[in-house]
């Protein structure tokens, strides 16, 4: 590993434990094994280093989350069921990711300390980088005649935000699998009786699509 992967892997560790605001360049130094120069030669300051390391954890969280994306909606056969089953291996914590996981609770809990520019830096590269991708399978589904919506990027931050359960980051976390199951199934449940595709919606993009071939919303996907 070297240096600047070094400093990364220790400052994770550190603000993921004791927060931005509490987080101290020496300290960081030394769980990374390295100067404190070589922190501020590679990084400039603590917000600079701050930015540097949730970009770098969210891209890997997001990574593995877009995997989970094309796992469970690569190919749809029930869309109510695959959608739960997609929604739980999202929602369901991942056991090499929990010093990230700590580290997003890190910031729900102490966002007025830490520069706006690293809280956007995360979103772009982690949850809105997903999100987006989501938006992009979503608007397949609604060209296949499975969902309807106005606006995919809107129907998936929905989503998203119907299968979490709401509450904090650690509250979320804490949850058992069947908590997250019945979670998951009752928000998709909501997501389908505001965005499920209709009979006349159906139609109409499959006369769209295809100029003479009708089928009915149980036709398609199967």
Avoid at 108 to 136: C, S
Wanted: net charge negative; with cysteine.
């Amino acid at each position: 590993m070297d240096k600047r992967q070094a400093v990364l892997a220790g400052a994770l560790t550190v603000f993921a434990r004791d927060g931005y605001a509490r987080a101290s360049i020496d300290v960081i130094a030394a769980e990374a094994q390295v100067s404190t120069r070589t922190i501020y030669n590679h990084f400039q300051d603590k917000a600079g280093l701050f930015r540097a390391v949730i970009q770098d954890s969210a891209e890997r969280v997001a990574a593995a989350q877009l995997q989970i994306v094309d796992r469970y909606l690569r190919r749809i056969t029930d869309l109510e069921a695959d959608l739960v089953e997609f929604g739980i291996a999202w929602r369901t914590p991942m056991p090499d990711y929990a010093e990230h996981a700590a580290l997003v609770r890190q910031v729900d809990a102490d966002a007025g300390h830490i520069p706006e520019e690293a809280i956007d830096a995360w979103q772009q590269t982690g949850p809105l980088a997903v999100h987006r991708a989501l938006a992009d399978r979503f608007n397949t589904l609604a060209d296949e005649g499975l969902l309807d919506f106005e606006d995919p990027m809107r129907a998936a931050l929905h989503f998203s935000l119907l299968i979490s359960g709401g509450g904090t980051a650690y509250r979320r976390s804490r949850m058992t699998t069947d908590e997250i199951r019945a979670t998951v199934t009752s928000g998709v449940h909501t997501f389908l009786h505001g965005c499920g595709a209709r009979p006349a919606t159906v139609e109409r993009r499959t006369n769209k699509g295809l100029g003479h071939n009708f089928a009915s919303a149980h036709d398609i996907g199967h």
